[in-house]
């Protein structure tokens, strides 16, 4: 059975031109998150799919004849899209592995992602069947596309690097994010409201044109001939992953607990703007600000986060991170009735956004053996990350739906991370060895 080789080390020039390519991408990518799936869309999509006036004002829609809450749909078709991922990000792995296709299939989702952005443009409440599917693939873009694109991280820098460089391609997105998210609020506000659905079509247009800059940076992977079964190899590669943590209890327990805090961690920042505008009635305005708010928070945390680790160790800072997302959820629970303690509500999740996210990549990163199948490892880090957002999302949307109220659904959230905390407490102190030096994780 032949395998693809990865590139060849690069010069330390290529290695620095490589590693801008990667922090790019965060730039280019990052404003579907922030546009799309946090801020402008949510907004757009609570004001189109609620109708009536005064007390006979409803926010349930039909969709293929089944009545449902507008935001508990958003949470399945947004569940949907990732099951759709989880499958596909194994199959095309093992292809990415095998057939040195890596940076393609990173094209692949990028286009399919920021052309769907644009085709949302064209959203029609009375046609959500179809306007749905715009939103479905864009989702389906943007997340098959972090797999990939993680799977360079161990390819272009040593391990005891990953904390510092996964925190800036953070940062990255944060900055580049926020400044289009400004731009297309320079539109709506000056010009007006009727401008909001071109915002998507800047989001779809920024992606790409950014993405460039990766796509002629990151290195290209060679393949060797001979073998007959590449395009089963992400199954195959996946099992093989699984097998490989087999007595491996320190990165066993990493992983189960990432998974679970997936649940909580994904949720809170598709629906925070949800639970914003329905359940406390807040304006467009005041929610734009808040999300503001959350970007800049998040880059002294992501940075704050990655110098702590290396003083105390990844689990350590992982598990004070935990402690603190499930006092959001309490705090959002009980306290959160109004615009202030919104605003204190986003601050502490914001900070807490950056540095827990690259954290956690920056951790597997690092717990990994060393290979030349990085894309298999990190579509087995997708896959546990996409599980845990579909179940994360059905939880809410079921609650949402039999209680007609966001509360228990941000309630229930502080279970995962309880669980998440009891895992990651069990995860062993150990050293290892890092490219010559000894690093905690």
């Not at 949470?75 to 990732?82: E, M, P, Q, T």
């Not at 896959?383 to 229930?412: N, P, Q, T």
Request: glycine letters at 10%.
């Amino acid at each position: 059975m032949s395998k693809i080789t990865e590139s060849a080390p690069v010069a330390p020039a290529e290695n620095q031109r490589a590693r801008k390519g990667w922090l790019m991408y965060d730039w280019a990518n990052s404003v579907y998150s922030l546009v799309i799936s946090s801020a402008i869309f949510p907004i757009f999509y609570t004001a189109v799919t609620t109708s009536g006036e005064g007390e006979s004002i409803t926010d349930h829609v039909q969709f293929f004849g089944i009545d449902l809450i507008n935001s508990e749909l958003y949470s399945y078709v947004i569940a949907a899209s990732f099951l759709v991922v989880i499958i596909l990000s194994p199959l095309l792995s093992g292809i990415a592995d095998y057939a040195g296709k890596k940076l393609f299939f990173l094209k692949v989702f990028c286009y399919t992602g920021a052309i769907s952005c644009i085709a949302m443009f064209f959203f029609d409440a009375e046609h959500l069947e179809l306007s749905k599917l715009a939103l479905f693939f864009a989702n389906i873009g943007f997340w098959g596309s972090l797999g990939f694109y993680n799977a360079f991280l161990p390819e272009i820098a040593p391990k005891e690097e990953h904390d510092s460089l996964s925190a800036r391609g953070y940062v990255y997105g944060y900055i580049g994010s926020l400044i289009l998210l400004l731009i297309c609020l320079g539109f709506i506000l000056g010009v007006g409201e009727h401008l909001t659905r071109w915002s998507f079509v800047l989001v779809g247009i920024w992606w790409m044109v950014w993405a460039q800059f990766s796509f002629r940076r990151l290195p290209h992977s060679t393949r060797n001939k001979g073998d007959d079964h590449v395009f089963w190899k992400g199954f195959l590669e996946l099992r093989e992953v699984a097998r490989s943590l087999k007595g491996n209890s320190q990165l066993v327990r990493y992983l189960l607990s990432f998974f679970v805090m997936s649940m909580g961690v994904q949720t809170i920042i598709l629906m925070a703007t949800f639970f914003g505008t329905k359940e406390l009635g807040l304006p467009s305005d005041v929610l734009i600000i808040s999300i503001v708010l959350v970007q800049i928070i998040a880059i002294p945390g992501a940075f704050l986060f990655s110098r702590l680790s290396r003083r105390f160790g990844n689990i350590p800072i992982l598990i004070c991170a935990t402690i603190l997302w499930g006092g959001a959820c309490f705090f959002a629970y009980g306290l959160v009735h109004g615009q202030n303690t919104f605003f204190i509500a986003a601050g502490l999740i914001g900070f807490m956004i950056g540095g827990t996210q690259s954290l956690n990549r920056s951790t597997y990163s690092k717990m990994i053996p060393t290979t030349d199948d990085n894309a298999s490892y990190f579509s087995f880090y997708e896959v546990l990350e996409k599980g845990g957002i579909i179940v994360g999302m059905i939880c809410w949307g079921v609650l949402e739906g039999l209680s007609e109220s966001m509360r228990d659904s941000v309630l229930f959230l502080t279970v995962f991370f309880a669980i998440s905390l009891l895992i990651l407490l069990s995860v062993p102190r150990l050293r290892r060895k890092q490219g010559g030096s000894e690093g905690a994780v």
